[in-house]
């Protein structure tokens, strides 16, 4: 935000430090002007009118961005999300979980053939297939989620 006279940012702390001496010039000005009140006068005329703070201390608020502020999505493309494909899920009670060993088998709720979920964070995002790549186990998305039927599962 600027005050358009000068090109640097205006410090929130300097229109902070102003407004709180204004406030205490204008205090000290009214305590040594004003007479003291007698004991016979009620305590509200003895206080002077209160004036709106927001019109000192706060200014206006601009309609555009400050400097150096940019609405573009770069800002978040190096933040770390999770990323997990789910082949499928089972509920197991604990004294089948200790008698696993190397070699056992596990049965999913998941069918052969169908799609795996893809989770960001927790949150499905879309669904695809394995595939293998050079060796390595890979994933082809076949589907993605659109925003609105996310919030739709979100609802069910």
């Given at each position: 935000?600027?005050?358009?006279?000068?090109?640097?940012?205006?410090?929130?702390?300097?229109?902070?430090?102003?407004?709180?001496?204004?406030?205490?010039?204008?205090?000290?000005?009214?305590?040594?002007?004003?007479?003291?009140?007698?004991?016979?006068?009620?305590?509200?005329?003895?206080?002077?009118?209160?004036?709106?703070?927001?019109?000192?201390?706060?200014?206006?608020?601009?309609?555009?961005?400050?400097?150096?502020?940019?609405?573009?999505?770069?800002?978040?493309?190096?933040?770390?999300?999770?990323?997990t494909v789910e082949l499928g899920r089972t509920k197991v009670?604990?004294?089948?979980?200790?008698?696993?060993?190397?070699?056992?088998?596990?049965?999913?709720?998941?069918?052969?053939?169908?799609p795996m979920d893809v989770l960001v964070n927790g949150y499905l995002i879309a669904q695809g297939e394995v595939v293998?790549?050079?060796?390595?186990?890979?994933?082809?998305?076949?589907?993605?989620?659109?925003?609105?039927?996310?919030?739709?599962?979100?609802?069910?």
């Open positions: 935000m600027t005050d358009g006279t000068q090109d640097k940012p205006v410090d929130p702390m300097d229109d902070w430090a102003s407004a709180l001496a204004e406030q205490t010039s204008a205090e000290q000005a009214t305590s040594t002007a004003a007479p003291a009140p007698s004991a016979a006068a009620p305590a509200a005329q003895a206080m002077p009118a209160a004036t709106p703070a927001a019109s000192t201390v706060f200014p206006p608020l601009a309609q555009e961005a400050p400097p150096g502020f940019h609405n573009d999505i770069g800002m978040i493309l190096d933040i770390p999300v999770q990323l009670p604990i004294k089948n979980l200790l008698q696993l060993a190397q070699g056992s088998v596990v049965e999913l709720d998941g069918l052969a053939g169908e293998v790549v050079n060796d390595k186990f890979g994933i082809r998305l076949t589907d993605i989620i659109t925003p609105s039927e996310r919030i739709r599962k979100l609802n069910k």
